[in-house]
Nanobody
Framework: QVQLVESGGGLVQAGGSLRLSCTAA????????MGWFRQAPGKEREFVAA????????YHADSVKGRFAISRDNAKNTVSLQMNSLKPEDTAVYYC?????????WGQGTQVTVTS
């Protein structure tokens, strides 16, 4: 299975921005629809956004619509999540994962912390 590495998390004040990256070691990554998910302490892991293999169609959870934008650059084997207007409730560990074909393989994730 393709190995994925998430990066770009950090500490930011409410209203700020971060850009997360998910990078694959193999070009076969470019054939897959990919998604971002997040999990806060004590809460269920939830869907954030997804993008088709060619980047032509995206999906965003209601909680992040208008604030987050998923994109991909297949030349760089990378899927990104631009996060604007961050809120404290966005605090979580963010993971990328293959969604089509489905996969239950998770990486280490990257921590996003938003302060008031």
């Amino acid at each position: 299975q393709v190995q994925l590495v998430e990066s770009g998390g950090g500490l930011v004040q409410a209203g700020g921005s971060l850009r997360l990256s998910c990078t694959a070691a193999e070009r076969t990554f470019n054939n897959y629809a990919m998604g971002w998910f997040r999990q806060a302490p004590g809460k269920e892991r939830e869907f954030v956004a997804a993008i088709t293999w060619d980047g032509r169609v995206t999906y965003h959870a209601d909680s992040v619509k208008g604030r987050f934008a998923i994109s991909r650059d297949n030349a760089k084997n990378t899927v990104s999540l631009q996060m604007n207007s961050l809120k404290p409730e966005d605090t979580a560990v963010y993971y990328c994962k293959r969604v089509v074909p489905p996969s239950d393989s998770w990486g280490q994730g990257t921590q996003v912390t938003v302060t008031s």
